[in-house]
């Protein structure tokens, strides 16, 4: 396919021009002008990807240093990616018609995720990108340029239940002259308009399939056969109308409304004496998928307490989905989250629901802020160990030394302490920072600075000491329950006895494969 530049229209100005010898050369195509709008504006494409069960799409996308904007990397050879027109270096506009520039990295990537089998993107080449933010071009307008400046609708997801006398509460007819197209017409108060269905909706999806590959027989058949309900993708005439015409699929994913039957729920775990008190299985499902159940939830525990229930699915740990990964992978998140942890999970009815129409639950998580949230004066506890999150009675655990460069903003962490005591303790430990690399907890108690043993030091002492060593910086730390057990057990606590952790190097982006 030709890319056009605007060059072209520039050469078919030269084929018509007069000479006058007194006035000189009269060539539109050679006029100056400061006009912005003679300058070239970048166009947009629009890439669809739509991907098999089990499949990738095939690209990386990334945030890079010294370069603006979410990066399109590493395009696989024949892959969905490759096919739908994707390029290495083009940068992420629209996801499924929504701005997303200006969205963090794990934002875009979970709403990709959650887009499920399709995608529709509108992206820049790279160069045009560049170009666009150096000439101060409103990349949002320029996206919206692309869709006409028409606005849509959002499509509506409806679970209609059956009703013992009126049925479903719906008809189903073609869309004259077009193969694929139908509209609905729903009863007045009936189970389908109780549901959000309008007359004169166009049907864009029903219990997981696509309508514009059905036939109107077969589509009549599968409503018969759906049981006690069927849930439908609906949107007005007008705007599946204007998202034809842009080329964007409409999938679940965008939809704005809906009233499904289930829902993912938030779990806010505080960490006790005992661990969070519930074990953690991986099972594998059809066509190579790996799930993860919450199995055992030990009374009065503080999974119990947040509402965790036998059987539970695990969707995502702190927001991030932990569809696809291994079991080692999902318990050292929740390790490194420290005392506290917020799992996504939905119960086995839903994750079944879901499976059948092949969507996400993460699509229609809720939102809410935890009930009851944590006292800075609560203590930091240990993370459970790698095989079970149940913990059991262990030996002693070994200390750990981190070491830490200081970076721009310093190394990332603060010390708290009991006021006119002894005993100084880890505060807040930033995000990304050489503390966190260094694996340095929240409520760890600091053992040693430098070499030198600090237990009975005063806080004013122990920072003297850390900022004597300059840039470098490293200390014997222990979880709160630990450095208890060693107390109590009499056993002195030297670096002889540590693990060492060494702060790596952070990466110089952000990169996701999808």
Request: glycine share 10%; aromatic share 6%.
């Amino acid at each position: 396919m030709k890319h056009k530049t605007g060059f072209e229209d520039g050469m078919e100005l030269t084929q018509k021009f007069t000479f006058n010898p007194k006035v000189g050369i009269d060539n539109p195509a050679l006029v100056t002008t400061d006009d912005p709008e003679m300058v070239c504006r970048p166009v947009p494409r629009l890439c669809r990807l739509c991907r098999s069960e089990g499949e990738s799409f095939g690209f990386y996308l990334r945030m890079e240093l010294g370069c603006a904007g979410h990066v399109i990397r590493q395009v696989e050879p024949w892959s969905v990616a490759e096919r739908s027109g994707l390029r290495d270096g083009d940068r992420l506009l629209e996801i499924n018609g929504d701005f997303v520039d200006h969205m963090e990295h794990s934002k875009i990537v979970q709403k990709i995720h959650a887009s499920g089998m399709q995608v529709s993107f509108l992206v820049l080449e790279g160069s045009d990108f560049e170009r666009a933010r150096w000439q101060g071009v409103d990349l949002r307008a320029l996206a919206r340029e692309h869709s006409g400046g028409e606005q849509c609708a959002r499509p509506r997801l409806c679970h209609v239940t059956r009703g013992h006398q009126d049925g479903l509460g719906f008809t189903i007819a073609t869309v004259e002259g077009s193969k694929g197209r139908f509209s609905l017409t729903v009863t007045s108060g009936g189970p389908a308009e109780k549901a959000g269905v309008r007359t004169g909706d166009r049907l864009i999806w029903i219990n997981g399939d696509h309508v514009a590959d059905l036939t109107h027989c077969a589509l009549n058949k599968m409503v018969k056969k759906c049981g006690d309900g069927v849930t439908l993708l609906v949107l007005d005439s007008a705007s599946e109308e204007r998202y034809r015409k842009r080329g964007i699929v409409v999938v679940p994913a965008m939809a704005g409304e809906h009233n499904l039957l289930h829902r993912p729920r938030k779990l806010y775990l505080v960490k006790g004496p005992s661990g969070y008190g519930f074990r953690l299985g991986q099972e594998r499902l059809p066509l190579r998928r790996i799930a993860h159940f919450m199995r055992e939830v030990d009374p009065d525990s503080p999974a119990e307490g947040a509402g965790m229930q036998d059987g539970d699915r695990l969707l995502a740990v702190n927001g991030d989905p932990v569809e696809g990964l291994e079991h080692e992978d999902i318990v050292t998140r929740v390790r490194k989250s420290g005392r506290q942890v917020t799992l996504t999970a939905i119960d086995s009815q839903g994750s079944e629901f879901y499976s059948q129409l092949g969507l996400t639950p993460l699509l229609f998580s809720e939102d809410s802020d935890p009930v009851t949230p944590l006292q800075e004066e609560t203590p930091a506890l240990t993370a459970p160990p790698v095989e079970n999150l149940q913990e059991p009675q262990a030996p002693l655990a070994k200390p750990r030394l981190c070491h830490l460069e200081k970076g721009i903003a310093g190394f990332g962490f603060n010390l708290r302490s009991i006021l006119d005591e002894p005993s100084i303790f880890i505060g807040q430990v930033a995000q990304g920072s050489p503390a966190e690399r260094a694996e340095l907890r929240e409520g760890d108690v600091v053992v040693e600075v430098n070499g030198v043993n600090v237990e009975s030091e005063y806080i004013e002492d122990v920072v003297g000491r850390m900022k004597e060593g300059g840039s470098q910086l490293t200390v014997l730390v222990l979880g709160p329950v630990e450095y208890q057990q060693y107390k109590q057990s009499g056993t002195p606590i030297t670096a002889d006895l540590a693990v060492s952790k060494q702060a790596e190097k952070p990466e110089p982006s952000s990169k996701s494969f999808l």
